[in-house]
């Protein structure tokens, strides 16, 4: 496993690790162990009694997903390196609320429950940090739930496509994890077949481009204005 200073340099800026104290998250961190995930292999089970651990992305990334009342699968994200999920569970010692699986080749750091709670309770700078932390969740999932609630169709697709735009590469239009139009549905809230229609009428007016399975983005601005305004419908 790399140094410790090299790990927290790649944790994502809003981790709710950053909210811990330099030598509580160092200690943390050397508690924690190293774990390779293969393809399509699941580290969280959506259900699974106690959330004992959560899990640190170091390179790859994972899918993060729910099968609703109804059995349909519903994608709430995709994790890219320095994002730690799981936190939920591992707080409140209750059954996962979603799956975790490994949306490519991936490997993680799996942070015990002990070793956090431990961490946040070492200062009160630690505990208030965390606490802000998920307030800071808290107010960024109404922001989205409320957005889905608003916008219509395409909105709700454009989001979902700029969220998956490359962040290493953003310029280029490319998407991260090269999803089906099955998985743009469940991350978008939508059936197959509506987002077939809207990318083959953004196709016609080269807002997108398809080869294969394979989808890029052309006009960055216009899906970035829909997402954030909607439309009229």
Known sequence: MENLDALIERLAPDALLR???PEPLAQLLRSSKQRTLKR???IINQGD????FAVFLLAGSLKISMVSVNGREIILNYCTPGDV?????MLDSGPRTATVSAAEASTVLVIPAPAFVA???????SMAGVMRAMAGRIRQLNLVVESDRT?????????????LLDPADPASG????NPSQSDLGAFAGLARENVNRLLSEWEDQGIVARSGRSLEVQDRDYLEMLAEFGDDD
């Open 151 to 163: 916008f219509s169709m395409a909105p709700r697709l454009a989001r979902a496509l700029v969220r």
């Open 40 to 42: 399509g292999e699941i």
């Open 85 to 89: 999920v799981g936190e939920i569970a």
């Open 19 to 21: 909210a811990l104290e």
């Open 119 to 125: 961490a946040a309770l070492a200062n009160p700078s």
């Open 49 to 52: 009694e106690h959330g004992d």
């Open 174 to 177: 490319k998407l991260r994890h």
